[in-house]
């Protein structure tokens, strides 16, 4: 529908008013020649029209025309006069008004056909007598009434056309305007809720980065100062079993054959242990940044020939061939010899170790600006659920093949840090069943791109001058004084590891809290709570008893170890000595603790020893025999075996390893606790660190002071406690 014809709509006459005239015009004409047959029943007909405009109002105004020219044609013929015949433009007027230009036209050219026609068909005798002056007024006026509504209605159609166009096209864009309102007051409400959640996480991983980093230095500092105390130590050893093993005429007499195999298992363990050690403290170095590269032009040709004579009894025991392509014209690398001979060895003895059939290949490729060394193995292939986190530490895969080749999972991350830091890359090719390609890049030129760093801001001019005089200042170092009211004392043994910064006064109760104020100030005061019910009334009592001392109150409780919660007898660190074994079987009821030799005491079964270590079960197993010959041992190699035979041996005492391949020594006891018929059975655990419990924590903390808090006062409290969250431990 076009604006105009919307327009010649909206313009239409209303019904009622042209209704009412119909019947005005019957009516009147009744009145003036009395009770007519048709005048009543017309009138009564105009009045229905307005009824049928509610229902079709097109035909209700067509019928509301015709219905006036009835009306007019009957008054002509009741009054027998032609003087009423121009009252006919009177409909051609209504169907303008009411329907249409086209439908005045059309009525004007109706009535026109009739007057016309009349004469000739003989319709004048019963419709117009003389067809005369009358009937050419009448024309006159039809056609005038027809164009000076068409006149009148033309332009205003077109201005209101314009103007019901411009109206739709703004009422259009008016809704629009409001669809896009709410979007935009949606979006501006969900940008500022993701600014408001992005300035919170940014705040967090500003405090996780921090604390990141120095949880990385710290470790790394650790970790290089043990790997270097262990070292020497364990070489001793290495080297007296080396001795004993291979010159053991060194001692007088050979050894026994039982003591030889022992001997073996411990410098295949230490050395083991050694390379380890080796292999944590380069990477230790690594991270903390201390790693000094000794760079050098280096033939990569020679160092690789050094690594594959080390390999080569390996090969040639497990019956696998070697291919060797090195380009005549291999450029030198600028380069650590070491490190990089160490990446070679590491990529072979990889490629030795998961393959059991084929050949190892070993391919260097001349490229514009660096060298590529290939190391290809016709092995079992790594899924590719393991490519994307081979170069992790420890990572040796998630199948069994890759765990049961050896090995400490830290050779390939090894090799990625140091061809990294001559800045060249390392990456992998594999397909299971196939076989596996290492390959690592090296630049050849000793010219890096330069680094930019902070000695750019130092000007070589500057210089140093010393002090003569030291400043003769008193040390006024303050060190914070905070009170614990603590009657369970948990919170106390808590605290202790942060005497170095805080002078912590310890009190049991709110009377010894008071004396400590009096005696001296304090800057804040720590109230535990037993529990969360018991803290509100506890720091309100604190708070009327210690004045203006700024208060905290938690919930610690008192700790109590992990082993203790599962019911453990005892737990031993590894390595275990002799001594130690006997305690714990004495402890247990197994040894009698009065001196002499060793005897049963109330053993009531064997002793279940649970690791996944064939040796360590061995040497438990020997230690045991030593201690109580009449004891007998059972073993087992993982927490599921453990579980049975805890069910079919009924042992008098277990000793149970934590780190276990299938589930922990954690969750051994637990289901141990949950099984009546096993659950009485004493259990020593057995772990190679520290078994360091998890740190006490308060889930509620609630603050109080004399002067109360405001509203600013509340902010910034929540403020500060939002930043010490954000911080962590």
């Known amino acids: 529908m076009t604006p105009q014809t919307r327009f010649t709509t909206e313009l239409r006459v209303c019904l009622r008013p042209a209704a009412a005239l119909v019947m005005l015009v019957s009516l009147v004409v009744v009145w003036l020649?009395?009770?007519?047959?048709?005048?009543?029943?017309?009138?009564?007909?105009?009045?229905?029209?307005?009824?049928?405009d509610m229902w079709q109002p097109l035909l209700a105004r067509w019928l509301l025309v015709l219905l006036l020219s009835a009306a007019v044609?009957?008054?002509?013929?009741?009054?027998?006069?032609?003087?009423?015949?121009?009252?006919?433009?009177?409909?051609?007027?209504?169907?303008?008004?009411?329907?249409?230009?086209?439908?005045?036209?059309?009525?004007?050219?109706?009535?026109?056909?009739?007057?016309?026609?009349?004469?000739?068909?003989?319709?004048?005798?019963?419709?117009?007598?003389?067809?005369?002056?009358?009937?050419?007024?009448?024309?006159?006026?039809?056609?005038?009434?027809?164009?000076?509504?068409?006149?009148?209605?033309?332009?205003?159609?077109?201005?209101?056309?314009?103007?019901?166009?411009?109206?739709?096209?703004?009422?259009?864009?008016?809704?629009?305007?409001?669809?896009r309102k709410i979007k935009y007051e949606q979006m501006v409400e969900d940008l500022t809720h993701v600014s408001r959640q992005l300035a919170i996480s940014n705040e967090r991983l500003v405090a996780l980065?921090?604390?990141?980093?120095?949880?990385?230095?710290?470790?790394?500092?650790?970790?290089?100062?043990?790997?270097?105390?262990?070292?020497?130590?364990?070489?001793?050893?290495?080297?007296?079993?080396?001795?004993?093993?291979?010159?053991?005429?060194?001692?007088?007499?050979?050894?026994?054959?039982?003591?030889?195999?022992?001997?073996?298992?411990?410098?295949?363990?230490?050395?083991?242990l050694a390379g380890l050690i080796n292999d944590v403290l380069d990477l230790s170095q690594v991270e903390a940044g201390r790693l000094t590269l000794h760079r050098e032009r280096t033939d990569l040709a020679a160092i690789s020939r050094e690594a594959l004579d080390v390999v080569g009894p390996w090969l040639r025991k497990k019956g696998l061939d070697l291919q060797v392509e090195i380009p005549p014209d291999l450029p030198e690398v600028y380069c650590d010899r070491t490190r990089i001979r160490q990446v070679i060895l590491n990529l072979l003895s990889n490629a030795v170790r998961f393959t059991e059939q084929g050949q190892i290949s070993l391919v260097m490729r001349v490229r514009p600006e660096s060298v590529v060394v290939t190391v290809h193995d016709t092995g079992a292939g790594i899924p590719p659920e393991d490519i994307?986190?081979?170069?992790?530490?420890?990572?040796?895969?998630?199948?069994?093949?890759?765990?049961?080749?050896?090995?400490?999972?830290?050779?390939?991350?090894?090799?990625?840090?140091?061809?990294?830091?001559?800045?060249?890359?390392?990456?992998?090719?594999s397909e299971v069943g196939v076989g596996t390609s290492f390959h690592f890049e090296l630049p050849t030129s000793a010219e890096l791109d330069p680094a930019v760093r902070p000695t750019r801001w130092l000007n070589d001019d500057w210089m140093w001058r010393e002090r003569r005089r030291l400043a003769d200042l008193p040390d006024l170092a303050a060190v914070p004084r905070v009170l614990v009211c603590d009657e369970s004392g948990a919170l106390q043994a808590e605290l202790g590891r942060l005497r170095d910064m805080v002078e912590l006064v310890g009190t049991r109760d709110l009377?010894?809290?008071?004396?400590?104020?009096?005696?001296?100030?304090?800057?804040?005061?720590?109230?535990?709570?037993?529990?969360?019910?018991?803290?509100?009334?506890?720091?309100?009592?604190?708070?009327?008893?210690?004045?203006?001392?700024?208060?905290?109150?938690?919930?610690?409780?008192?700790?109590?170890?992990?082993?203790?919660?599962?019911?453990?007898?005892?737990?031993?660190?590894?390595?275990?000595?002799?001594?130690?074994?006997?305690?714990?079987?004495?402890?247990?009821?197994?040894?009698?603790?009065?001196?002499?030799?060793?005897?049963?005491?109330?053993?009531?079964?064997?002793v279940l020893l649970v690791d996944d270590d064939p040796d360590v079960l061995m040497l438990w197993t020997r230690m045991l025999g030593l201690i109580v010959p009449e004891v007998r041992s059972v073993t087992a190699a993982d927490g599921r075996s453990a579980l049975a035979a805890l069910r079919e041996h009924q042992p008098a005492l277990v000793l149970l390893d934590i780190m276990l391949p299938d589930i922990s020594g954690w969750d051994v006891l637990?289901?141990?606790?949950?099984?009546?018929?096993?659950?009485?059975?004493?259990?020593?655990?057995?772990?190679?660190?520290?078994?360091v419990e998890e740190p006490q924590r308060s889930d509620v903390v609630a603050l109080a002071a004399e002067t109360g808090f405001g509203a600013a006062r509340l902010v910034r409290c929540a403020l500060a406690l939002s930043q010490i969250t954000l911080e962590g431990e």
């Open 670 to 691: 637990a289901a141990k606790a949950g099984a009546p018929d096993i659950a009485d059975i004493p259990v020593v655990l057995v772990t190679a660190q520290d078994p």
């Open 209 to 272: 980065r921090r604390i990141a980093e120095e949880a990385q230095q710290t470790k790394a500092n650790v970790v290089a100062k043990v790997s270097h105390e262990f070292r020497t130590p364990l070489n001793m050893i290495i080297g007296l079993v080396d001795l004993m093993v291979k010159a053991p005429e060194v001692y007088g007499r050979p050894l026994p054959r039982a003591a030889v195999e022992d001997l073996a298992i411990v410098q295949r363990n230490c050395e083991h």
């Open 511 to 606: 009377p010894e809290a008071a004396q400590v104020v009096q005696s001296g100030a304090v800057h804040a005061g720590i109230v535990n709570a037993a529990s969360a019910d018991e803290l509100l009334p506890a720091l309100q009592a604190a708070r009327g008893a210690l004045g203006a001392v700024p208060l905290l109150g938690c919930v610690m409780p008192l700790a109590v170890p992990r082993a203790a919660r599962y019911h453990a007898l005892d737990y031993l660190i590894k390595p275990i000595t002799r001594a130690d074994l006997q305690r714990t079987l004495t402890r247990a009821g197994i040894v009698s603790a009065e001196e002499g030799p060793p005897e049963a005491a109330g053993a009531r079964g064997p």
């Open 73 to 179: 044609l009957m008054a002509r013929n009741t009054l027998a006069t032609d003087a009423l015949l121009p009252l006919l433009a009177a409909p051609v007027a209504l169907a303008g008004a009411l329907l249409s230009i086209p439908a005045a036209a059309g009525t004007a050219a109706i009535v026109s056909a009739l007057l016309l026609a009349a004469p000739v068909t003989g319709a004048a005798y019963v419709l117009f007598p003389i067809f005369g002056m009358h009937s050419v007024v009448t024309l006159i006026a039809v056609w005038a009434i027809t164009g000076v509504i068409f006149l009148i209605y033309q332009p205003v159609a077109r201005f209101a056309g314009w103007a019901a166009g411009y109206y739709a096209d703004a009422q259009a864009q008016l809704a629009d305007a409001v669809e």
């Open 33 to 52: 020649t009395g009770p007519h047959p048709v005048l009543m029943p017309l009138a009564v007909a105009a009045a229905l029209t307005i009824l049928i």
């Open 388 to 429: 994307e986190r081979i170069f992790e530490p420890f990572c040796q895969g998630r199948q069994q093949l890759w765990r049961d080749r050896g090995g400490t999972g830290l050779g390939l991350t090894i090799s990625k840090q140091f061809v990294e830091l001559h800045g060249g890359r390392i990456w992998l090719e």
